[in-house]
C-alpha cells in the first residue's frame, strides 16, 4: 500500500500561470482533503470531497477549484497563480467523517 | 470556530529527557489526532484519540474530552524526535474538518 501519494512534490510557477495538483489514495477512503500549510502555522482546510463527484468548501477556498470525478483521485487546481499562494499543499483521505485522516508527503509551491 | 491550542510553542529537551506537551480546545470534538511534522516536512500520525489513553513504544496521549485538554507525553526523548508537534481536532456537527493548532516545536540535543 503507497497510501496517500501527491504530484509533484515540488513546482514554482509564475505569477498568472495554472497548475493542477493530483492526490491519489489505495485506501478505499470515502473522505478525501486539500489542506494548506504556511510558514509557522498549522494546517489549514482548502476543499474537500466526502465521496466520488462531490466536492466542498473548506476555510480558505478562494482561488483554488477541486474535481473528485474518481474515488481515489482528488485534484486541487490554480487558475491563475499568485504569491499568496505559496504554500506546502498536503492531501489527505479518511474512511468518514470522525475518523483518523492520513496524509500525503506534501507539495511545495512557490509562485514567483 | 473552535479554538486549538498547544503549549509551549517551544521546547528544548537534553536527550534522554521526558516532555509533556498540552492541547487545549474550545468545544466538543469528535476525533482528535496527534503528528509530528519532522525537519523534512512530512507529517507523521501518532495517535487517533478523541478520548482516553494510549501508548506507543515511548510516546502516549491521553484525551480528557470533559475537560477540553488532551495531553501528549514524551519519555526518554531522542534526537530523532525534533521537529514539530500539532495537535487537530474535528468539532462535533462539523463536515470532517480537521482544525489545527499552531504546533509545538520540540528539538533534542545530544
Known amino acids: 500500500n503507497a497510501g496517500v501519494t501527491q504530484t509533484p512534490k515540488f513546482r514554482v510557477l509564475k505569477t498568472g500561470q495554472s497548475m493542477t495538483l493530483l492526490c491519489a489514495q489505495d485506501?478505499?477512503?470515502?473522505?478525501m482533503y486539500w489542506y494548506r500549510q504556511d510558514p509557522g502555522m498549522g494546517l489549514r482546510l482548502i476543499h474537500y470531497s466526502v465521496g466520488e463527484g462531490t466536492t466542498a468548501k473548506g476555510e480558505v477556498p478562494d482561488g483554488y477549484n477541486v474535481s473528485r470525478l474518481k474515488k481515489q483521485n482528488f485534484l486541487l487546481g490554480l487558475e491563475s497563480a499568485a504569491p499568496s499562494q505559496t504554500s506546502v499543499y498536503f492531501c489527505a483521505s479518511s474512511s468518514g467523517a470522525y475518523n483518523e485522516q492520513f496524509f500525503g508527503p506534501g507539495t511545495r509551491l512557490t509562485v514567483l | 470556530g473552535i479554538q486549538v491550542e498547544q503549549s509551549p510553542p517551544d521546547l528544548i529537551l537534553q536527550e534522554g529527557a521526558n516532555s509533556t506537551l498540552r492541547c487545549n480546545f474550545s468545544?466538543?470534538?469528535?476525533?482528535l489526532q496527534w503528528f509530528h511534522q519532522n525537519p523534512w516536512g512530512q507529517l507523521i500520525n501518532l495517535f487517533y484519540?478523541?478520548?482516553g489513553t494510549k501508548q506507543n513504544g515511548r510516546l502516549s496521549a491521553t484525551t480528557v474530552a470533559t475537560e477540553r485538554y488532551s495531553l501528549l507525553y514524551i519519555s526518554s526523548s531522542q534526537t530523532t524526535d525534533s521537529g514539530v508537534y500539532f495537535c487537530a481536532v474535528e468539532e462535533g456537527g462539523t463536515a470532517s474538518k480537521l482544525t489545527f493548532g499552531t504546533g509545538t516545536r520540540l528539538q533534542v540535543t545530544l
Open positions: 485506501m478505499n477512503h470515502e473522505y
Open positions: 468545544d466538543s470534538v469528535n476525533n
Open positions: 484519540i478523541p478520548s
